[in-house]
């Protein structure tokens, strides 16, 4: 019934940027944070980026700071994250997922936190 499904994911150059997209089924994102997650084989996931139930929040990892915006379509109950300036680093396969928050103003980048979660959509940054 509730599900989430990513896309936009693909290969792209360094220096390059992206549009990942998470859409939501089943139940509005009006009640649930949402959260960017990337995993690397043999590595720990890592949290990206989220944005509140209200979208008044937005939170943003070290690494991807300054380089990175989430954004909210509400009419199409769907989530962004647009990345520019990619790296090889940034190569991971790239998840979304939902924390049911209520109306609250918060979200945090600690994948233990959300129990709702997309297949994923994998990213290749490579010239």
């Known amino acids: 019934q509730l599900q989430l499904v990513e896309s936009g994911g693909g290969l792209v150059q360094p220096g390059g940027s992206l549009r990942l997209s998470c859409a939501a089924s089943?139940?509005?994102?009006?009640?649930?944070?949402i959260g960017w997650f990337r995993q690397v084989p043999g590595r720990e996931r890592e949290g990206v980026s989220c944005?509140?139930?209200?979208?008044?929040?937005?939170n943003y990892a070290y690494s991807v700071l300054g380089r990175a915006t989430i954004s909210k379509d509400t009419s199409k109950n769907t989530v962004y994250l647009y990345v520019n300036n990619l790296a090889p680093e940034d190569t991971a396969v790239y998840y979304c997922?939902?924390?049911?928050?209520?109306?609250?103003?918060?979200?945090?980048?600690?994948?233990?936190?959300?129990?709702?979660w997309g297949q994923g959509t994998q990213v290749t940054v490579a010239s």
């Open positions: 997922a939902a924390q049911g928050t209520g109306r609250l103003n918060t979200c945090d980048l600690f994948s233990a936190a959300y129990n709702k």
């Open positions: 089943g139940f509005t994102l009006d009640y649930y944070a």
């Open positions: 944005i509140s139930s209200t979208g008044g929040l937005t």
